[in-house]
């Protein structure tokens, strides 16, 4: 055993290199955030399908002039099974919209993190990780 220790490496950071590597924690942080957003709307989808399928099933087994109780904001309201079906549709088709609608910014975000990236690390090299803990 040598007593030799390994200099570490001196890499200077220039204002424009600290620039990109906060930019990439911000894209990252929204990233994430977006990833949390998209995983609530998809357990909303389910959600919204299951209750379809409730009423449905409720349905079959109520008579013509029964109502079914639908959660708007914070009171419920009596409807016809088949109007609360209706209203289920409309929420899940919205929702799967905004789901797609952060897919897409997803997307964009992942393409400006992929560019910070190739240039940090093409300066950096194994100086700097910028890889996700996933």
Do not use: W
Request: glycine content about 2%; proline content about 2%.
């Amino acid at each position: 055993m040598t007593g030799e220790k390994v200099p570490d490496k001196d890499i200077h950071i220039s204002l424009e290199d600290q620039q990109k590597i906060n930019k990439f924690a911000r894209q990252n942080q929204k990233l994430e955030d977006i990833k949390d957003d998209i995983k609530a709307r998809e357990n909303e989808i389910v959600t919204l399908t299951d209750a379809a399928t409730d009423v449905e099933e409720l349905s079959l087994t109520m008579d013509d002039d029964e109502k079914v109780p639908y959660l708007v904001g914070e009171i419920f309201v009596l409807e016809a099974p088949d109007v609360v079906q209706t209203l289920l549709e409309k929420r899940k088709c919205e929702t799967q919209d905004e789901v797609k609608a952060l897919e897409v910014r997803a997307t964009g975000i992942k393409s400006i993190m992929s560019d910070l990236k190739t240039h940090l690390y093409a300066k950096f090299g194994d100086a700097i990780n910028l890889e996700s803990e996933d």
